[in-house]
């Protein structure tokens, strides 16, 4: 069956609104391999998009610690970030299930989710005031 160029528009389109988002791979996947990407994109409406037992707000949670523990690229989490703040989701709320990452996963994992939040929230620390020693583990 062959897939006009406005059957994968609409496609991309109908995506953008249920999911909030559409991935670089979503838009090549649409022009290049159609039914592919149709596919993959029914289990995922399956698994995470239709409305079952868990709520949106938990499955994006569910989504951002799965992500950051698969050490998923920045842009993705942040993908998932986003629609989790849109949806009400608070700031502290994403952080900590974020860090829940980090008995099981460890540090390198954690950070990787930690910076992708940290960058969509604008999140700020507090510098030392003294001199910090060189030779530090950077965790």
């Given at each position: 069956m062959t897939h006009s160029a406005e059957d994968a528009q609409a496609y991309i389109d109908?995506?953008?609104?249920?999911?909030?988002?559409?991935?670089?791979?979503?838009?090549?996947?649409?022009?290049?391999?159609?039914?592919?990407?149709?596919?993959a994109n029914h289990l995922v409406s399956t698994a995470y998009l239709d409305q079952r037992t868990l709520d949106r707000r938990t499955k994006e949670?569910?989504?951002?610690?799965?992500?950051?523990?698969?050490?998923a690229s920045?842009?993705?989490?942040?993908?998932h970030i986003r629609v989790a703040l849109d949806i009400g989701v608070s700031a502290?709320?994403?952080?900590?299930?974020?860090?829940?990452?980090?008995?099981e996963a460890g540090i390198v994992a954690f950070q990787t989710g930690f910076e992708a939040w940290r960058e969509v929230v604008d999140a700020d620390g507090i510098e030392?005031?003294?001199?910090?020693h060189a030779g530090g583990s950077g965790e």
């Open positions: 109908d995506m953008a609104t249920k999911r909030g988002y559409v991935l670089d791979y979503h838009k090549i996947m649409a022009k290049q391999d159609f039914p592919v990407l149709q596919a949670l569910i989504f951002i610690v799965s992500l950051t523990v698969m050490r920045k842009g993705h989490i942040q993908s502290t709320e994403i952080l900590e299930a974020i860090e829940i990452a980090l008995p030392p005031t003294v001199k910090a």
